[in-house]
């Protein structure tokens, strides 16, 4: 085979990968609520640490109102869904920063407390939720052992 010839297999193999690859793209809230929707019911842990991930119903916290959040389970909550980045002071303890980055198939949510009075309550951290099938998702929590997965109960 010429050069051509083998560049322009790579390059086909290479597209080809590329083309069935579950691309995750930037999204926006209004669009994940809709994909949210569609996701809603009971969940069976499959994997992960059972304290931290219990199976449970996936489900708004108010269905009239989606901007105040999910939950999945007790343990699981994804609270005051929001554009950017909002940051407020709570008395007495810190001050609270939550940012929401958006995708075609996941959440995340990054929290940061500062300025705490008592420094132990400081802290960054961000836990994600994935959509890995139809019928399957995970959670993770950023710099910890906190991975488990779920199936959709039918």
């Known amino acids: 085979m010429r050069y051509s010839e083998v560049l322009l297999y790579g390059v086909c193999l290479c597209m080809s990968a590329l083309g069935s690859a579950k691309t995750e793209l930037p999204s926006n809230k209004s669009q994940f609520i809709n994909l949210f ?12 640490d059972a304290k931290m991930c219990a199976s449970g119903a996936l489900a708004l916290l108010d269905e009239n109102e989606p901007d105040l959040g999910f939950k999945l389970g007790d343990e699981i ?3 005051n869904l929001h554009h950017g980045t909002q940051t407020n002071k709570v008395a007495n303890f810190c001050l609270v920063t939550t940012k929401y980055k958006y995708t075609t198939q996941s959440i995340t949510m990054s929290l940061r407390h500062t300025r705490c ?3 132990v309550d400081n802290l960054d951290t961000s836990q994600t ?7 399957t998702l995970t959670y993770s929590v950023e710099n910890s052992d ?7 109960q039918r």
């Open 77 to 79: 909550i994804f609270n």
């Open 37 to 48: 929707n569609t996701k809603v019911g009971s969940y069976q842990l499959v994997s992960g």
């Open 129 to 135: 939720l994935r959509f890995i099938s139809p019928t």
């Open 117 to 119: 009075e008592n420094e």
């Open 146 to 152: 906190v991975l488990c997965q779920f199936e959709l």
